[in-house]
């Protein structure tokens, strides 16, 4: 049994992979060939999907506008969230434990609840359609993220590094930065991952808050999808090119994904 | 490990709340305002009491749409959880295996939802996707954008493509964490391979996987882009889950008062199955 146990993952990774070949596959036809033919690899191999995407503003621009309020939200997130993990990590407070459970109810809110009433709010304090009201509003789901991870990495560390530093005469700036930050930062880099990762992913407010300016490239997908027809291929090409951000993030924290995921309880 | 008290630690505290606070409770007032109120347009409103939760918690259109979603996240769960284990088992502890699985597994979770619904659409079309047309091949009358049956199996594996790598990526941290003398001391003890799993590897998992529950069930009872994009919902009603369903009243239809009233609904089951889940986990934190 055991020299078949290879097999499980290798199965699943081939389930896994079908979707996303047959994706790139769609992408490397013309239109008219996806309609009228079924075939495994294209028969007339053609990049002129990826060329309209590269050339024509309305899609590129899509790419730029999502990997921008994609990074504002991550440094907002991040930024936020050390502070507060830290308190959470060493002391007790008032209504520590409330705030807590409270901050991770958030992350628990469907945005499909929250939906109209921020595009009613941000349309009302003038950010309606920019890339910080998407990079704010996911906000509500990446910072009581943020702070719960980074809560498990500081309290992963030992009480006795902050101790020691106060003794050797570290105010507490430079002890945070200078020892305490590089001590966990394995720890920022997986919350930076994961807060990336869900505003990446997410659509359905990056959609409400946006029209034109900032609208995010999956937003621009859908739209196409509706209006001109069906172009499949051009939609193919362009699902093809989301999974690319993805995949580089992955790459660059491969080693810590696992432990991440246990140290910091995502 | 044992913290001290020191109230000053709200500073430490402000940025978050306000940030959270500024995006949640406004958002959430205006949904609470909403749903006590009846509106004529123009910013015209009239008070109707606790009229709209009545009305949606008598509705069967909402009965419906929360049992599809029930039936949904526990079939998801069902499945999920036992086989991102079972793949979390067989995954290899050493090598070069180790990235290549972990890279390749976690591609799914970086993908837009619309793009993953996108993506299932042309792959299980009944003509030209590989599914639907191998399913077909094969003499399956397979068609998800006209059968219920094959939308909710179209859904169901289009969920279970999408997120069981994240309880397989827990549940391989959960194993991680077990020292190898555990292991020593059962293979003296002349341990079975299950008995190996039930009393030394399930308990070790029991934190992970716990957490592993908690998100799939709160992210799959919010399920709304993917099925969205795939089966827009239909055919008719039959994959209309609960967000599917607000989505539609609330901006499609603009009936603002019994949205308000279902997203208040809809968020506090949410919010009881997750408190629940919460103490569990704690409790467990605790004990440990």
């Known amino acids: 049994m055991k020299k078949y146990k290879w097999l499980v993952p290798t199965l699943y990774i081939i389930f896994l992979m079908l979707p996303i070949y047959w994706l790139i596959n769609m992408s490397f036809k013309t239109t008219t060939e996806i309609i009228n033919t079924y075939s495994l690899w294209p028969q007339k191999f053609t990049t002129e999907n990826y060329v309209k995407i590269f050339t024509d503003s309305t899609w590129y621009m899509g790419y730029i506008n999502s990997i921008t309020y994609t990074v504002f939200n991550t440094v907002i997130s991040v930024a936020a969230a050390l502070p507060a993990a830290y308190a959470f990590s060493r002391y007790k407070f008032l209504g520590d434990k409330h705030l807590f459970f409270w901050l991770l109810t958030n992350r628990m809110a469907p945005p499909a609840v929250f939906a109209l009433p921020f595009f009613q709010f941000y349309s009302s304090v003038n950010l309606f359609d920019t890339h910080i009201a998407v990079a704010l509003s996911h906000c509500l789901f990446n910072i009581p993220l943020a702070v719960w991870i980074l809560e498990g990495f500081m309290s992963a560390v030992p009480k006795e590094l902050d101790e020691t530093a106060y003794v050797d005469g570290y105010s507490f700036g430079r002890f945070f930065f200078k020892i305490f930050v590089p001590t966990i930062a394995a720890g920022i880099g997986i919350t930076m991952f994961f807060c990336f990762m869900f505003s990446w992913v997410e659509l359905l407010l990056a959609k409400t808050l946006t029209a034109t300016a900032a609208k995010p490239i999956a937003a621009t997908m859908t739209r196409t999808a509706s209006t001109s027809g069906y172009e499949l291929g051009l939609l193919a090409a362009a699902g093809t090119l989301t999974i690319i951000p993805g995949a580089i993030v992955i790459y660059f924290v491969k080693n810590y994904i696992a432990k991440g995921f246990a140290m910091g309880r995502v | ?288």
């Open chain 2, 1 to 288: 490990m044992n913290k001290t008290i020191n109230q000053k630690a709200w500073y430490f505290v402000i940025p978050v709340f306000v940030l959270v606070a500024f995006n949640a409770a406004i958002p959430l007032m205006t949904v609470v305002n909403y749903s006590f109120q009846e509106t004529f347009g123009n910013n015209v409103f009239a008070w109707e009491g606790t009229r709209w939760f009545k009305q949606i918690l008598l509705s069967e259109r909402f009965h419906a749409s929360l049992g599809r979603q029930f039936t949904f996240t526990f079939i998801i769960l069902l499945i999920q959880i036992p086989l991102g284990i079972a793949i979390a088992l067989t995954m290899p502890k050493k090598g070069w295996g180790v990235p290549v699985c972990l890279i390749l597994m976690s591609m799914p979770l970086l993908i837009p939802w619309n793009v993953v619904g996108a993506m299932w659409n042309i792959f299980a079309l009944p003509d030209i996707g590989f599914l639907g047309h191998s399913l077909n091949a094969m003499g399956f009358d397979y068609n998800f954008t006209q059968q219920p049956g094959d939308a909710w199996f179209t859904t169901i594996l289009m969920d279970v493509w999408h997120w069981t790598s994240l309880v397989v990526l827990l549940s391989y941290a959960g194993l991680n964490s077990i020292q190898p003398a555990y292991y020593q001391a059962a293979e003296i003890d002349g341990a079975s391979r299950w008995a190996t799993f039930r009393y030394i590897e399930l308990p070790k998992m029991k934190k992970v996987l716990t957490l592993a529950i908690l998100l799939r069930f709160m992210d799959s009872f919010m399920i709304y882009t993917e099925p969205f994009v795939l089966t827009g919902g239909g055919p008719g009603n039959t994959t209309a889950f609960l967000s599917i369903d607000l989505v539609k009243m609330a901006l499609g239809q603009f009936d603002l008062g019994p949205a308000a009233a279902m997203s208040l609904i809809y968020f506090f089951i949410v919010l009881l199955v997750c408190w629940v889940f919460y103490n569990l986990m704690m409790k467990n934190e605790a004990q440990s």
